[in-house]
């Protein structure tokens, strides 16, 4: 669920949209538009994991980090 400003910016964007790293390696997020890091990624990963499956299908692209 990637929006055309995400789209636009992916390849240009310098610094990860959460912590402010400079962006050598880059993915867009499971949870939202945002373009990550490497070590927020790894961070996001470990936040699926944790989840229940159920759970992860309901939170894919749903535009917010779960608690």
Not at 3 to 19: F, L, M, V
Not at 25 to 31: C, T
Request: glycine content about 4%.
């Amino acid at each position: 669920m990637i929006n055309s400003s995400t789209e636009n910016c992916y390849y240009t964007k310098q610094n990860c949209d959460r912590c402010g790293n400079q962006l050598t390696v880059r993915k867009v997020s499971w949870f939202t538009d945002d373009i990550l890091c490497i070590v927020c990624v790894k961070k996001e990963q470990v936040m699926r994991e944790e989840l229940d499956p159920d759970e992860e299908q309901k939170l894919k692209g749903c535009g917010y980090l779960p608690d």
